[in-house]
């Protein structure tokens, strides 16, 4: 198990963000937390990346993470894309690249693998000295997951990697990641958007005022009616 969350806690100021989440990702798995707009995805997300203080506990590869603690965790395998993308917008595609590998040492594979990401994506290459702030919100998307990867992470968290996407930019961005399954990569996608997330995902959990209101297996939840039951109660 590469991921356990116990009894996970966050609030901000005396408003509870996170109310009590319990969770599990296996290596190699793809896990999708998914819920309405301010079920607590992004707070659940945050406090893993070691962003936000928290109670509970929060296991990553058999240790006990500290809260607060993000450049630590991203220096263990523990890699966030945030919602929004976080994209260097007056910095080049490739200085954008560069940041994702800043703690790496191994500077020739880090130029080997910068070309292969602008060889899969020519976009990203056509664009490396350019800001990337021109770049369109899925190719920023791409941007911002190449260069998380560009940390060679052990766990990914993908928080709304759909968010403001043209449907065809949405189908792209979830069969790249899809992909990561056969890299065996661990990877936690937050989602509001539950169709694609839910497609390529092993497991879910749905998210409810803070909570775990249902798990299992995607397919499984995909199939009920639970999720959009959920959607409507909350919208």
Partial sequence: MILELNALAVNYGAIPGVRKVDLTLDEGEIVALIGANGAGKSTTMKAIAGLLPYRGEIRYRGSVLAPMRAEANLAAGLSLVPEGRGILARMTVEENLRMGAYLRRDHAAVNREIISAFERFPILGKRRNGLAGYLSGGEQQILAIVRALLARPKLLLLDEPSLGLAPLMTAEI??????????????LVAEQKSKHS?????RAYLLSMGEVVASGAANELAEGGLILNTMLAIG
């Fill in 174 to 187: 979830f069969s790249f990641i899809a992909g990561f399954r056969a890299q065996g990569l661990s990877v």
């Fill in 198 to 202: 839910l497609a390529i995902a092993d």
